[in-house]
């Protein structure tokens, strides 16, 4: 029954000055609102990027290269001798990926996994006397709209049209720009090897991305074997797995089976994560100054209640009331701040974020509006909460506790 | 009940540790037993209201004993101290100290609900009856600052004996009164003694009130000069 004194006194406290506590508890209540508003943003967009780099591009991406050099059999036979070699050259032969045949056969065998095998190379693209150079990507369409966004970017035309096409190419909007190039022109594609050949654009896609847009060329497989001159070769596996979060533990796995540097989205885009966690640094600890201030709020008021109470404290102790009684009287004020602030906090935030839903973004070069990426998880409440609740109970715990060490005798025989 | 005295002090001192430190009372042995009225007089600094903090436990000796009902009080943790201060004592200060968020009747239920030993509806009834012995029970749901000093320190009173302690400590409980409501006063506290048989012990200047009491001690500079039975 006693406890329930302590928070009665403490209710009769807060009540007797209703605007101060009004304003420390719309302090924490501003604190979790504007966490939960900023972290839903920035989780949001977070997944939402993450999202557009899983889907993008395909999941790993089996290179024709070694992360190592082969060491020397000199220094295989003699390990612990002092060899050195000097001007050593990469062995040369045809590059490409050994047997990728059967590799993508065995990867196709697993349940959602789409593997294919691409051939990667330059070239130049030449159309009305004007040139521009472009990466070109010998793909299989089947697989390729599985594998990228590229399809759902196709402004005309398809990539499945390079299947019907003889000889088709698929083309950026910047580079149709540049070359002046339309659908179902011929443009004359220039190979390192010498290779010239007459292809027709088949379709013409707009990603967003000026590098693609402007520099990249998707033909058949086929195709690019011939442009460049490469029979029968594939330098690249691309792959989709079920799971996009396995890609990295895959990636390590087939490097480590088949030597051929393999990598996952997450090292490709690794710098690119690494921003992301600055981006949450930042946001936590703006949010975590907010909530500072908040907490800063409590302590102050508290502690004045402290001051201007030493009287009260005094005579409920000389009453017989327990230095803990007392300590309660005044955290059971910080919780309830704390409390109720956590509980508007959190409407706070559910308008906030119904109001950033309303918000439309017009990103540059894309015609069609978007909406914020908001991520509504029961996580952004439940942090906001938390840290609305530790920092009340933190800030009322000084002085609360302060408030226990009065010593009755002081405050009487100075009153008196 | 024991036959020992209701509080007993043993050779008492207490020093306050200042940068020179100061001796507030020095040597003090005293008896009191159940049921006496004793005033305690002196001179402003004579050591009175040291005493009187140091008989009600919320002082704690220097040197020397203090005993409750025979019982040492050397080594009690604060909290045991504070127990025996919610159920055996009562004090009643020169300024009624009441808690202004609550009323009257809130008041003087306060130390019950926090002993926590009756009900809701008895704590309630014995608040009234309370107020009631005292002639304020209409004011019972006003708040202390709606009160004349008389009312309010009338409320302290009852509120001292909320948890029927049998020892009541007043220090200078007339002291901001008028004429009329220090008579008043006077009137109750003699009352708790001779008809309620509770041990009082109250400091005042006030001559009168110091001689209504059937024993008085007499202060000087922090040590007993006079102790006086009528």
Known sequence: MFWRVSIGIAAAQLAHRRRQTIVSTLGVALGVGFFVATSALMSGSEKDMVQRLVDNAPHITVKDEFRTAAPQPVFIVYPEAAVSLTSTKPREYLRGIKNHGAKIEELSRQTGVIAEAALTGTA?????????????????????????????????????????????????QGMAIRLGLGMDDLATVVSPEGIVRRMKVVGIFRTGNLLLDEGQVYMLLKDAQVL??????????????????????????????????????????????????????????????IMAVAAFGIFNIISTV??????????????????????????????????????????????????????????????????????KGIFQFGVGGLFALVSAIAAAWIPARKASQVRPVDIIRGAT | ????????????????????????????????????????????????????????????????????????????????????????????????????????????????????????KEIHDRGMSLLADFQIADQANKRPDQLSGGQRQRVAVARALANDPPLVLADEPTGNLDMRNSEIVQAIFAELSAKQGRTVIAVTHDKDFADSAPRNVHLVDGRIERDIRR
């Open chain 1, 306 to 375: 402290v001051m201007e109470k030493r009287r009260d404290i005094a005579i409920l102790m000389s009453m017989g009331f327990r230095a803990s009684d007392i300590q309660w009287v005044f955290l059971v004020q910080g919780v309830f701040v704390g409390v109720i602030g956590m509980v508007l906090g959190w409407l706070l935030g559910l308008i906030l974020l119904q109001m950033l839903g309303t918000v439309e973004i017009k990103v540059p070069g894309l015609m069609d509006t978007q909406k914020l990426p908001l991520e």
């Open chain 1, 228 to 289: 460049l001159n490469k029979p029968f070769v594939a330098n690249r596996i691309r792959i989709k797995i079920a799971d996009p979060d396995m890609a990295e533990e895959v990636a390590a796995e087939l490097e480590s089976r088949w030597g051929y540097r393999t990598e996952s989205w997450q090292e490709v885009n690794r710098d690119f994560l690494g921003l992301f966690v600055i981006r949450n640094i930042i946001t936590y600890s703006i949010v975590g100054a």
């Open chain 1, 124 to 172: 130049i693209v030449r159309y009305a006397a004007k040139d521009v150079s472009a990466g070109i990507a010998g793909i299989d369409p089947e697989k390729e709209r599985f594998l990228t966004t590229i399809e759902d970017d196709m402004q005309t035309g398809s990539l499945m049209r390079l299947k019907t096409a003889s000889q088709g190419i698929v083309i950026g």
């Open chain 2, 1 to 120: 009940m024991t036959g020992a005295p209701i509080v007993e002090l043993k050779g008492v001192t207490r020093v306050l540790q200042d940068a020179v430190p100061v001796t507030l009372v020095q040597d003090i042995d005293l008896v009191i037993n159940r049921g006496e009225f004793v005033s305690i007089t002196g001179a402003s600094g004579s050591g009175k209201s040291s005493l009187l903090y140091l008989l009600g436990l919320l002082d704690l000796p220097t040197r020397g004993h203090v005993l409750i009902e025979g019982e040492d009080t050397a080594g009690f943790t604060p909290d045991h101290l504070a127990d025996i201060r919610l159920a055996k004592l009562g004090f009643v200060f020169q300024f009624h100290f009441l808690l202004p968020e609550f009323t009257v009747l809130e008041n003087v239920t306060l130390p019950m609900l926090r002993l926590g030993r009756l009900g809701e």
